[in-house]
């Protein structure tokens, strides 16, 4: 699960996010590691500069909260103090059953 808002290399990799009109992204470098996610600079087709979170899901437990977080931002859009989800994307991880 990938989550796209304002603000380990990985290659030449880019992605198109659901909802997102900026184009393609592009992962620069990561910038922060939590408990559970990255965080990632990022910039778009247009050069925008973004934030790229990488939500790793093993399991269905993992990804039901990652589309949660995902829903949370949905309903908080435009609110204050809320950053704005710009797009979301749930992709298989190489080699099988876990989404990212």
Do not use: W
Not at 11 to 36: K, L, M, T, W
Not at 77 to 94: A, Y
């Amino acid at each position: 699960m990938g989550s796209l808002v304002p603000c380990s290399e990985l290659g030449d990799e880019s992605f198109d996010f659901d909802g997102y009109e900026g184009g393609r992204v592009y992962p620069q470098r990561q910038i922060a590691e939590g408990g559970y996610s990255y965080i990632f600079r990022a910039r778009d087709a247009k050069g925008k500069t973004l934030c790229l979170k990488k939500i790793p899901a093993q399991n269905s437990e993992q990804l039901k909260a990652a589309l949660a977080e995902v829903k949370m931002f949905q309903l908080m859009k435009g609110k204050p103090g809320f950053l704005q989800l710009l797009g979301s994307r749930t992709m298989s991880l190489r080699g099988g059953d876990s989404k990212e």
